[in-house]
């Protein structure tokens, strides 16, 4: 989706969501997201970190 807008600036977001038939507020959302993540997100990525750190003092195993 980025990929298309900023290929295409001069569309505006707003035309091409409503041809695509998607929601602003999903884009805006997801827009968001990648900003800032939420409490979920971060929880997941340190606990992937430990369990990677774990299995690799573990050996592999």
């Known amino acids: 989706m980025t990929a298309l807008l ?4 001069h569309l ?9 038939h998607i929601p602003s507020s999903t884009y805006y959302r ?8 939420c409490e979920r997100r971060r929880q997941d990525a ?3 970190g430990q369990i990677r ?4 003092d573990s050996g592999g195993s």
Not at 6 to 9: L, Q
């Open 6 to 9: 900023t290929e295409h600036a």
């Open 12 to 20: 505006g977001v707003e035309p091409v969501l409503r041809e695509l």
């Open 30 to 37: 997801w827009r968001q997201a990648g900003s800032e993540p």
């Open 46 to 48: 340190q606990l992937t």
């Open 53 to 56: 750190q774990v299995h690799a």
